[in-house]
Every structure is written in structure tokens, then in C-alpha cells.
Nanobody
């Protein structure tokens, strides 16, 4: 089992920045590819970004490319999502997720999930 706990969400004005963190415990963190997803009210949970086990490869949804950066620190068992130039449409609950092996885009490919952290961007 892997336990994931997100933090860093909050209220920010459009154009602002936030950094989300996801702390992992329970298993060897470096064995897991990690991803961030988000879910807006009344909508499905969608892929935001993913990072390989070593951190050498990343992948982003088109909607956040150039504004968000995913990174990880395997020594600290933590994955981050730096969010810049935030827009009101980025408002959602953000979830981190982990899966053994390579990274993936599909929601169903991830085995472990955090409880989510709310990000609200005001216009």
C-alpha cells in the first residue's frame, strides 16, 4: 500500500501561482510513477501531469502545458505541481496518484490516490 497526502491548495487570484505537494509513505516511492489529476464540480476527473519514476520524463495535458511543472524528490518521497499563470478554469480539486512502473494518462491506470486538495482561482 502507498498512502498519499496532498497539500498546498488554496484561493489565488488569476495570474497567480501555487505549489501543490504530495507526500507518499508506505512503499518505495521511486518504484512509482506519479500523476496529478483534477476534478471540477460536476465534471469528470481529468489528467493534468505525470512524471516517471526517476523524474527524467514528464507529460502534460495541453491545457496546462507551459504553465504547470511536475517534479519529484525521491529522497523526500514527495511529488510537486508548480502552477503558474493560474486561470479561473483551473479551479478544481487536485489529486495526486501513483502507479508502479511507467507513467500513464488514464485515470484507471493509477492504483493509489490522495484525498485531494482544493484550488480556487478567482477572476
Amino acid at each position: 500500500q502507498v498512502q498519499l497526502v496532498e497539500s498546498g491548495g488554496g484561493l489565488v487570484q488569476a495570474g497567480g501561482s501555487l505549489r501543490l505537494s504530495c507526500a507518499a509513505s508506505g512503499r518505495t516511492f521511486s518504484n512509482y510513477a506519479m500523476g496529478w489529476f483534477r476534478q471540477a464540480p460536476g465534471k469528470e476527473r481529468v489528467f493534468v501531469a505525470a512524471i516517471s519514476r526517476s523524474g527524467d520524463r514528464t507529460y502534460y495535458a495541453d491545457s496546462v502545458k507551459g504553465r504547470f511543472t511536475i517534479s519529484r524528490d525521491n529522497a523526500k518521497n514527495t511529488v510537486y505541481l508548480q502552477m503558474n499563470s493560474l486561470k479561473p478554469e483551473d479551479t478544481a480539486v487536485y489529486y495526486c496518484a501513483g502507479r508502479p512502473g511507467g507513467w500513464a494518462v488514464a485515470y484507471s491506470s493509477y492504483d493509489y490516490w490522495g484525498q485531494g486538495t482544493q484550488v480556487t482561482v478567482s477572476s
